[in-house]
């Protein structure tokens, strides 16, 4: 069975960083692509940067410039380095992998339980 769990998550000031890594463990044929959501107390949520096999990226707006995600150096593993965090960075970060686990399969989503990222001025 496939297994997503995020760690990292954690207190920060403004202007800080802290680093999030995402682990998809188990029985996976094809990674398509993982990445990060965040969502907010009160509000949606939303895409804050992915990394697909081809080594495309995408950001938020709001994390552009601070944010960066990467590869890391295990199997199946995603980083989201955070710089410069603000009050405004303050949510629940998802992992989202998208995964095959066979050859043939559809690719599905598999999402992590969350890891909390909480910014103070």
């Known amino acids: 069975q496939v297994h997503v769990v995020e760690s990292g998550g954690g207190l920060a000031q403004a202007g800080e960083s802290l680093r999030l890594s995402c682990v998809a463990s188990g029985r996976i044929f094809r990674v398509v692509a993982m990445g990060w959501y965040r969502q907010a107390q009160g509000k949606e949520r939303e895409l804050v940067a992915v990394f697909n096999s081809g080594g495309d990226t995408n950001y938020a707006d709001s994390v552009k410039g601070r944010f960066a995600i990467s590869r890391g150096g295990a199997s199946n593993t995603v980083l989201l380095q955070m710089n410069n965090l603000k009050p405004d960075d303050t949510a629940a970060y998802y992992c989202?992998?998208?995964?095959?686990?066979?050859?043939?399969?559809?690719?599905?989503?598999?999402w992590g339980q969350g890891t909390q990222v909480t910014v103070s001025s």
């Open positions: 989202s992998a998208r995964l095959a686990i066979r050859n043939g399969d559809p690719v599905d989503a598999y």
